[in-house]
């Protein structure tokens, strides 16, 4: 069975053939049942559940879906941008609005990050909803974007390859990642950022699971690959340490345990999900 990641999930009704029809959202956004995404401090708002918070519709700029029958829209925020400052508050959002979390975030940055045409550099127009922006000259138009990084737990006899970017708190171990390239394969970019930072040959890279991680506008895709052989040169430009452990090891460090020989990632994170589908465990979005 594909693990679950956080973040992914059926989230809102996007209902995408209404976006064509500005007059119908406008329409949507006056009824009683229409709600509009809080914001706070530059993320969407959650209460102390960690629920997202819907209000009145004030500006509703961004038509998000439904949620049942009920319309359901956001402002154009100016997100938040640094990451680490964010991570501890989304641990405590609650997996089944952690999509909706995911694309309000992605959409209110993007829009804040492109309000001008790249084809003719003159201001564009919000359409389709808020799902994409159409240029007031030459009409081009102009999508959301998402990009794709591979996350890869590679494994040699027995062993997984993990590695700490000088940024991680402390003892924190992870998957390698890194953005596809334009013209590559996701085999052929987890071949290479392997490569790249570690030194080391993969075959057989399959993929297990992906995830949206908007921040701002990735698309985490999970795969497994064998090494073809262990000795490693890590690239100390991009990692600060990768080594390789065992599924006990793992375990313990999953698991929490006191001699843990590394912190893993937050339940939040798909290397975290990777890692216990590894070991065989059902991935609990609910766990600290
Ligand atoms: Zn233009």
Redesign the pocket.
Known sequence: MRPETFFSGPGLDRADALRAAPEKIAELAKREDARELRWSDGLPAMDETGMLVWQEVCEPELFLGFDGEAPRFSPLADPAAMVFRVLPLIAQLDARDAPVFAGALSLARWHSRHRF?A????A?DIVRGGWSRS?T????EHYPRVDPVVIMLVEHDGHVLLGRQPHYPADRYSALAGFVEVGESIEDAVAREVKEEAGIDVRDVCYVASQPWPFPSSLMLGCRAAALSSELTIDTTELEDARWFTREEVGRGISGSPDAPFQPPPHTAIARTLLEDWLGLEAAQSRP
């Open positions: 045409c084809n003719c550099g003159h564009s240029c000259r030459c009409s081009a």
